[in-house]
Each structure stands twice: as C-alpha cells, then as structure tokens.
C-alpha cells in the first residue's frame, strides 16, 4: 500500500515549455487534490477533484489544468511555463472532499522554471 | 474567502521545553482544523485535528486547544525531543473541499 505518489520527484524546464505531473492513490479514495508550496506562503490549493468525473478552482489556478484520469490518478499540467510556477508541487487524496475525512499527501514534486 | 495566519514563522526551544504555535482563520464557517508536520523532503502528514464541537484534544505529547469565539486554535507540544523538529502547518476547512493552511512555523529542537 504506497499511499499517494507523485512522478517526477524533480523536474527542471525552460519558460515556455510544458509538462505533466502525475498523482496516483492506492487507497480507493473519491477526492483528489494539487497544491504548490512556496516559502513562507504554507501550501496552496491550485485544483481539486472532490470526485470522478469533476475537477474545481482553488485559490490559484491560473496556468495550470488538471485532468482526473480515472479514481487513481489526477494529473497537472503546465502548457507554457513561467518562473513564477517554480515551487513544489503536492497531490493529496481523502476519502470524500468534507472535513471529517483527511488528506493524504504525497513526497512531492520540485519543479524549477529557468 | 478563509484567510488562515500562523505565528510564529520560526520556534527555537530546548529539549524538554514545551511548544506552542497559534493560528487564527477569518470564516466563522470553518468547522474542521488539522496540523500537519512536514520533515525535510516529504510530504506533509496529519498528526492532530480538532472539529468545531470540541475545544480540546490530546495526543499523547501533542493538543490542540479551539476557540470558536475568538476564531483561534493553537498546537501544544510538550516534552520536545529533537525528532519533533520540522515544519508545522496549521489549516482550517469548511466542508467545501478546501483546505487553507497557515504559512507555517519552523520548529527547531536543540539537544
């Protein structure tokens, strides 16, 4: 039972080129979640999926899509990076999008934007 | 929208010494309030959480105090070892499927 993963643990891409990040859970959880974390601003939630088949706004989405490929996995995707997307990048899932239920987050993403 | 602040940024206490790190939330609404700890190079991980019909929770060397009044809620560690050093963040929910965390506080455990 790995939990949530996350590939790639590193990335470096130039301004302006794109790529996917990938989440998977084994935990048979409804809702998925993409947060960015930058230092001294905590972790931001960029897009949710509370369930198959949707996908929702956080507090910044701006530059990024999402994709929720089946229950396991939920993808992010940059189409045309910028600097300020440098950060690291988490996936979480809980069994449903409510508070009684917790997120499970995984190792992470670090994506560097030159 | 739930605004979530955390103090201090920075914690530095001796073996044994006791921790308290404080948040406050804006939305009244929020009903849901986890901490999570978060060691160099991973992910972060749930290790308290307190709901709005309680005001208080033990863990072993870990509470988490609430006050729904003053929309505040603090992290008590007691007895630190230098394992207890990482980040700590803090966050509040309001069953919309967000989550809104503190900017969080490094914690530092001397020997």
């Known amino acids: 039972n790995a939990g949530v993963t996350q590939t790639p643990k590193f990335q470096v891409l130039k301004t302006g080129q794109s790529m996917t990040l990938q989440c998977a859970q084994d935990m048979n959880h409804n809702s998925m979640y993409w947060y960015r974390q930058d230092p001294g601003m905590g972790l931001r939630l960029i897009y949710y999926s509370a369930s198959e088949g949707t996908t929702d706004k956080g507090e910044v989405p701006n530059g990024y899509n999402v994709s929720r490929l089946n229950k396991r996995e939920f993808s992010l995707r940059l189409e045309s990076a910028a600097p300020s997307q440098t950060s690291v990048y988490f996936c979480?899932?809980?069994?449903?999008?409510?508070?009684?239920?917790?997120?499970?987050f995984g190792p992470g993403t670090r994506l560097t934007v030159l | 929208g739930e605004n979530v602040e955390q103090h201090p940024s920075t914690l530095s206490v001796q073996e044994g010494d006791s921790a308290v790190i404080k948040c406050t939330y804006s939305?009244?609404?929020?009903?849901?309030f986890p901490w999570y700890k978060q060691e160099l190079g991973k992910g972060p991980q749930l290790i308290i959480d307190i709901r709005s019909n309680v005001g208080e929770k033990k863990d072993q060397r870990i509470a988490v105090t609430l006050n729904k009044t003053a929309k505040h809620f603090s992290l008590h560690i007691t007895e630190t070892q230098p394992e207890d050093s990482a980040v700590y963040f803090c966050?509040?929910?309001?069953?919309?499927?967000?989550?809104?965390f503190g900017q969080g506080t490094t914690l530092q455990v001397k020997p």
């Open positions: 939305d009244s609404a929020s009903n849901y």
């Open positions: 979480a899932s809980s069994e449903v999008a409510t508070s009684e239920h917790t997120q499970y």
């Open positions: 966050a509040a929910h309001r069953n919309t499927g967000k989550l809104i």
